[in-house]
C-alpha cells in the first residue's frame, strides 16, 4: 500500500506569514509523530498522536507551533508567525498503534522562511 | 533534544569495505533501532534491536548492543556506492512515545 506522504514537498516563506503543513499516514496506523530536522542535525521530536488526540505535545518549541489530527487520519501541522529559524525539514511518520517500533517516515517538507 | 551520540561524523570508505558506526545514549531503553536517511529527506529503518538483545543481523547490516555501555553498532559489510548516506539510531525510552534520535553518522562509500 502507499507510504506515507507529506505537502507541500517544499515551501518558501517570508517571516511572519503562517504555513500548514500536512501529513497522511499509512492507512491502519494509529500513531502519528511529528520531527524537524534543522539542517545537518538530528531529528527533533515535536509531538505525536494516538487516533485524534495528542497526548504528547512536549516538543512543540513554542505557542506559534500547533498541529491537529482529524479522523485518526491526515495531520496538519501549523507554525504562526514564522521566523527565520523555522526553517528546516519537517518529517511525520506513522506507526502502527501505539508501539514505539518500528516508524514510517514521509519525505518531508523542507521549509525556507526568508 | 536529542538522546544518541554517533560517531563518527563522516566515514568515507572504497567500495567492498566495511563500514563501522558507533551510537551511544544516556538513559535506559526499550529498544535501539538504526535508520538510514538519503538526501535529507525521509528516514528508512533498518533494523531494530531490543534491550534484551546483545546482536543481530539483517541481510549485510549486523548490530550490536551493549546496554552495560550504553552504546551500539551498526556494521555494514562489503559495502556498496548505493549505501551512501546518512546512518541514525534512534532509541525507545520506557513511558515516551517518540523516538529520540542521534546526530547521524554520514557514510560516502567511493566507487
Known amino acids: 500500500g502507499a507510504g506515507v506522504s507529506q505537502s507541500p514537498s517544499n515551501k518558501v516563506t517570508e517571516k511572519g506569514k503562517d504555513v500548514e503543513l500536512r501529513c497522511d499516514p499509512i492507512s491502519g496506523h494509529t500513531a502519528l509523530y511529528w520531527y524537524r530536522q534543522s539542517l545537518g542535525q538530528g531529528l527533533e521530536f515535536l509531538i505525536y498522536?494516538?487516533?485524534?488526540?495528542?497526548?504528547?505535545k512536549s516538543g512543540l518549541p513554542s505557542d506559534r507551533f500547533s498541529a491537529e489530527r482529524t479522523g485518526g487520519s491526515v495531520s496538519t501541522l501549523t507554525i504562526q508567525r514564522t521566523q527565520q529559524e523555522d526553517s528546516a525539514v519537517y518529517l511525520c511518520?506513522?506507526?502502527?498503534?501505539?508501539?514505539?517500533?518500528?516508524?514510517?517516515f514521509g519525505p518531508g517538507t523542507r521549509l525556507t522562511v526568508t | 533534544s536529542q538522546q544518541g551520540e554517533e560517531d563518527p561524523q563522516a566515514l568515507s570508505i572504497q567500495e567492498g569495505e566495511n563500514a563501522t558506526m558507533n551510537c551511544s545514549y544516556k538513559t535506559s531503553i526499550n529498544n535501539l533501532q538504526w535508520y538510514r536517511q538519503n538526501s535529507g529527506r525521509g528516514l528508512v529503518h533498518l533494523i531494530l534491536i531490543r534491550s534484551n538483545e546483545r546482536e543481530k543481523h539483517s541481510g549485510r547490516l549486523r548490530v550490536t548492543l551493549d546496554t552495560s555501555k550504553k552504546s551500539s553498532s551498526l556494521l555494514i559489510t562489503a559495502s556498496r556506492a548505493a549505501d551512501t548516506a546518512s546512518y541514525f539510531c534512534?532509541?525507545?525510552?520506557?513511558?515516551?512515545?517518540?523516538?529520540?534520535f542521534g546526530t547521524g553518522t554520514r557514510l560516502t562509500v567511493i566507487p
Open positions: 498522536f494516538q487516533g485524534n488526540s495528542a497526548p504528547d
Open positions: 534512534a532509541t525507545a525510552r520506557t513511558g515516551a512515545n517518540n523516538l529520540f
Open positions: 511518520a506513522s506507526s502502527y498503534r501505539d508501539r514505539v517500533d518500528e516508524q514510517y
